[in-house]
């Protein structure tokens, strides 16, 4: 069974500190994702990586990003934490695609993020 | 513009009477569409995928082309199918497997 492990549940911090928030998969999946979830917005892509050191800028990169330095880890940074960025944030992988089906993402339990 | 449509942010039935929601998209390619469905205290899991055109937990998906849609149903909801579920399309085949969520309905079925 996949695993995808965030590794805080709930996080405090205040305005203007540089945030880390950390995501390790365990099923050598070549795809990794950084979301966030609002109420009323539903699912938002932060920014995905689809190999080592490779990323994309999803839908709302802005005051984000990330890093990929192995191939089961990747962290999302706040450069400098704003109080609109108070939200849950979610890891999910995949493998890559083949060309056929696409492979459903597995998602990790998400991390509760204040900006105080 | 690539979107996913949930009309409803709520929808509320009673035990045993009939469940749909509603889920319509906008995309230019070949797309796949999903549900994933997210219990209390649970992480975002894949509920179904049109391509596979199965029933899993008495839900059922049609993606109807014509209509741009793939509404969720159900016959007989259950207290224990109370949840916020998420449509989602991908495009087919694609390499990175990113998905375009709506903005989710929270099924509450009461007793």
């Known amino acids: 069974d996949v695993k995808v492990t965030q590794s805080s549940r709930y996080l405090v911090k205040r305005t203007g500190e540089k945030v880390f928030l950390e995501c390790v998969q365990d099923m050598d999946h070549e795809n990794m994702f950084w979301y966030r979830q609002d109420p009323g917005l539903g699912l938002r892509l932060i920014y995905f990586?689809?190999?080592?050191?490779?990323?994309e800028k999803g839908d709302i990169p802005e005051g984000y990003s990330v890093s990929r330095e192995k191939k089961e880890r990747f962290s999302l940074i706040l450069e400098s934490a704003s109080t609109n960025q108070t939200s849950m944030y979610l890891c999910a992988s995949t493998p890559q695609g083949l060309g056929v089906s696409n492979q459903p993402q597995h998602f990790g339990d998400g991390t509760r993020l204040s900006i105080l | 513009a690539q979107r996913v449509t949930q009309p409803e942010k709520l929808l509320s039935v009673f035990k045993g009477a009939p469940v749909e929601l509603k889920c319509n998209y906008s995309y230019s390619g070949s797309p796949e569409l999903f549900w994933y469905v997210q219990y209390s205290r649970q992480r975002l899991q894949l509920l179904l995928r049109h391509i596979s055109r199965e029933s899993i937990k008495g839900f059922t998906a049609d993606l109807n082309k014509g209509e741009t849609s793939f509404h969720l149903k159900k016959p007989f909801a259950q207290e224990e199918d109370s949840a916020m579920y998420y449509c989602?399309?991908?495009?087919?085949?694609?390499?990175?497997?990113?998905?375009?969520f709506g903005t989710g309905t929270l099924l509450a079925v009461q007793p």
């Open positions: 989602a399309l991908s495009e087919y085949g694609g390499a990175t497997n990113k998905l375009i």
């Open positions: 990586s689809y190999d080592v050191k490779m990323k």
